[in-house]
C-alpha cells in the first residue's frame, strides 16, 4: 500500500512565485519554513542580496535544500526549539504549511518572536470554504486528495476569519490578503503581517469593534480611542464584508488588529469573531460610530474592579434607549462634548445605577462572564436584541448589569444600518420576535 504522507514529485522543489513576490526587495535575512528543497530561497537568492535559512522535516528535502540556500535546520515546527535559530528575520514565511501542522496558533506567535522590529510574515493558506468544497459538503462529501486543499496530510482547516483570528492571537496585524489565484476564485490566502505597533504592553481590556463601511464615522471612533484612552488596550477591528476603501483603511493602521469576513455575517457574528480571540480580564464591545471621551475606559475599567459582581458596564450617552440616555445633553463640538463629560463624572450621585440591560453600544464585559455563558447568540441575525439576551445570561450567572452614570461616550447611531440601506424597523420587528419566543415573553 501507498504512504498516504507520500507526496508526488516535485512537491518539495516548486517555486512560489506568489510568495516571492510578497518578499520586499530590501529583505536581508529570511526564514522559510518547511522550506522543502529550498526553491523559493533559491530563486529569491537569485534575486537580491540576502540569507536565507530554511526548516524542513523531510530528510531527502533538507539534503537537496543544503545545496540551495545558506543554513537549513532539520525539524518539526510544532516542536522544533526556535532558540537555535538564528534570528531575528526581515521576513519569515509559511509557505502552505500552517495547515499540516498539530497547533498552527501557538507555532505561528512563537516564531512571530523571530521576527526583526519591521520584519514581516508572509503565509500561504488554504481556503477551506472554497466552492469546490463547499459543493462536495452539499452532498454530503469531504474527501481527502494526494494534494491540494483537503490534502490528505491536512490536520487543521481555514476560512479567511477564522485565519484573522490565528493572526490576532499572535498579536500580528495583517496588512494584506491577496486571494489565489484571483480575487473571484479563492482557492487560498497570501497573507502579509507584520508586528502589532503600540505603546501598551500588559493589556488589560481587548477592544472589539465590528465595522461595516461607514468609513467617516470609523476614523473618527478610532481616532477618539486612540486620544482618549490611557489604560493598556488593544483594538480589534472585526471588517464585516466592507467595500475597497474600507478595508484598505482598516489593514493600514498599524496599532489596530484586524480580521476580515468574505461577505457580512452581522453585529453578533461579527463580535463573537472578536470575543474568540480575547485573552485579557476585560473585554469592550463597542460601535464604530461612537466618539469616547477623556479617562472613559480608565474611569468604567475602575469600576468594575472595584465590584467583582458587575459583569456588564456600560456608559451613559446622548442616543440609546433606557437609562443610559442622558436627556439633558447639551454639546456642539469637540470641546463642549468633552467638558459636558467632566460635568457628568462630577455630577451624578450615585454614580452607579444597577439596571437589567446595557446597550451594546457601548460594554464593558468581564472575561469571566464570557467564560461561563459563551458568546452571544449569532440567531439574532444582522443584530438587536443580541445584547438583550445577553444581559439575561449576565444576570442568570449571578452578575449585576451596571451604569455608570459618570462616563460619557457620544454616539451617532445606526451608521452602519443606513449606510446600507437596510430596514431598520423590519430588522428590528423579527430579533425582538426572536427574543421573545427564546424568552416566553
Request: charged share 20%; with cysteine.
Amino acid at each position: 500500500m501507498k504512504d498516504i504522507k507520500t507526496k508526488p514529485p516535485g512537491y518539495y522543489g516548486i517555486v512560489r512565485q506568489d510568495i516571492l513576490d510578497k518578499i520586499p526587495i530590501l529583505a536581508r535575512k529570511v526564514l522559510d519554513l518547511g522550506c522543502g528543497t529550498g526553491a523559493l530561497g533559491a530563486a529569491l537568492k537569485k534575486r537580491q542580496d540576502c540569507i536565507v535559512h530554511g526548516l524542513e522535516m523531510n530528510q531527502a528535502a533538507v539534503l537537496e535544500a543544503e545545496n540551495n540556500i545558506d543554513l537549513v535546520f532539520k525539524g518539526n515546527l510544532d516542536n522544533f526549539n526556535t532558540g537555535k535559530l538564528l534570528g531575528p528575520y526581515d521576513v519569515i514565511v509559511f509557505g502552505d504549511i500552517l495547515e499540516h501542522i498539530i497547533d498552527p496558533w501557538s507555532a505561528l506567535r512563537k516564531y512571530a518572536e523571530l521576527l526583526s522590529d519591521d520584519g514581516i510574515i508572509v503565509a500561504s493558506i488554504p481556503n477551506a470554504a472554497h466552492p469546490a468544497v463547499l459543493y462536495d459538503l452539499s452532498r454530503g462529501l469531504f474527501r481527502y486528495r494526494s494534494a491540494g486543499l483537503l490534502d490528505i496530510t491536512h490536520l487543521r482547516f481555514f476560512t479567511l476569519p477564522t485565519i484573522g483570528q490565528m493572526f490576532v492571537k499572535a498579536g500580528l496585524k495583517i496588512f494584506d490578503i491577496e486571494p489565489q489565484p484571483n480575487p473571484n476564485h479563492h482557492y487560498q490566502y497570501i497573507i502579509s503581517a507584520r508586528k502589532l505597533k503600540t505603546k501598551f504592553d500588559n493589556f488589560t481590556t481587548t477592544i472589539i469593534m465590528p465595522v461595516r463601511n461607514a468609513l467617516e464615522y470609523t476614523k473618527v471612533a478610532v481616532q477618539s480611542i486612540r486620544d482618549h484612552t490611557g489604560c493598556p488596550y488593544k483594538l480589534i477591528i472585526v471588517n464585516d464584508g466592507s467595500d475597497a476603501e474600507t478595508t484598505a483603511w482598516i489593514n493600514d493602521q498599524a496599532d489596530v488588529l484586524s480580521l476580515q469576513n468574505v461577505n457580512s455575517l452581522g453585529f453578533p457574528t461579527a463580535c463573537n469573531l472578536g470575543l474568540e480571540c480575547v485573552d485579557t480580564p476585560y473585554c469592550m464591545i463597542i460601535n464604530s460610530d461612537i466618539k469616547v471621551t477623556p479617562g472613559w475606559l480608565c474611569k468604567m475599567l475602575a469600576t468594575m474592579k472595584a465590584d467583582e459582581n458587575i459583569g456588564i458596564l456600560g456608559p451613559m450617552t446622548n442616543r440609546a434607549s433606557g437609562p443610559q440616555v442622558d436627556t439633558g445633553v447639551k454639546y456642539r463640538n469637540d470641546q463642549e462634548l468633552n467638558a459636558y463629560a467632566k460635568k457628568l463624572e462630577m455630577g451624578y450621585r450615585p454614580r452607579l445605577k444597577t439596571f437589567q440591560r446595557i446597550v451594546f453600544f457601548c460594554a464593558l464585559i468581564r472575561s469571566e462572564l464570557i467564560s461561563k455563558i459563551g458568546i452571544l447568540d449569532e440567531s439574532f441575525g444582522l443584530g438587536n436584541f443580541e445584547d438583550d439576551d445577553y444581559c439575561i445570561r449576565s444576570i442568570h450567572a449571578g452578575y449585576k448589569n451596571v451604569i455608570d452614570q459618570g462616563v460619557f461616550v457620544h454616539h451617532y447611531g445606526s451608521q452602519t444600518f443606513k449606510t446600507q440601506n437596510l430596514d431598520y424597523v423590519k430588522i428590528m420587528k423579527t430579533a425582538e420576535t426572536r427574543f421573545r419566543a427564546k424568552w416566553g415573553l
